[in-house]
């Protein structure tokens, strides 16, 4: 049967068969996983009360309740002292914890000093002038104004001065062009 090939139908329904076997076992772990980890949750959970159990047995005594009001006026102010000592060690548990902290971002940020890196922050938009950024940075200090179109002005003035004094460019190379202006410049350089 080399030569014989399987038809269409039979492979579509082969896959289908192996896909169900598939499926079905895939079914079966899981609900045995389950199984596994539901057991597992109950042992933690009478471990846990075992255990809560027997702290409770060692560091808490049984309660009697006396029978007078001098007894029971003992045992309220024993309890406020023993109150009185946990709050003590849990304030100073805090300070301690506070403290470690603290010197925990001091470390952070020594490590990021050393590494180079630093997070940008977010920058927000402030609509400033020149003179107000000026008078903020060097408060009373700052005397010179920022009018930037008033220099712009006094540019486009000297401009204008320089090409009044340039203005007779022709008459100079005229002057200059004949023996007369050669005359004139080496009496001048002497």
Not at 8 to 31: D, V
Not at 85 to 94: A, I, K, S
């Amino acid at each position: 049967m080399e030569g014989t090939k399987m038809s269409t139908s039979r492979r579509n329904h082969l896959k289908r068969q192996s896909g169900r076997r598939h499926t079905a076992c895939t079914r079966t772990l899981y609900s045995l996983l389950l199984q596994i980890a539901e057991t597992m949750l109950e042992e933690e959970a009478r471990e846990a009360q075992k255990e809560k159990m027997m702290y409770m047995e060692e560091n808490c005594s049984t309660l009697c309740v006396p029978g007078s009001i001098q007894e029971l006026q003992d045992l309220c102010r024993g309890l406020h002292k023993q109150i009185d000592l946990v709050d003590e060690e849990r304030y100073d548990v805090e300070i301690k914890v506070s403290k470690s902290n603290k010197e925990i971002d001091d470390l952070k940020l020594m490590v990021q000093d050393l590494k180079g890196k630093f997070k940008k922050p977010a920058l927000k938009k402030v609509r400033m002038s020149a003179d107000a950024m000026l008078a903020a940075l060097l408060g009373s200090k700052h005397k010179v104004s920022m009018d930037l179109r008033a220099n712009l002005k006094q540019v486009k003035k000297e401009v204008k001065e320089e090409e009044k004094q340039t203005g007779n460019w022709r008459k100079n190379i005229e002057e200059k062009a004949g023996m007369d202006g050669r005359k004139k410049m080496f009496q001048t350089e002497a």
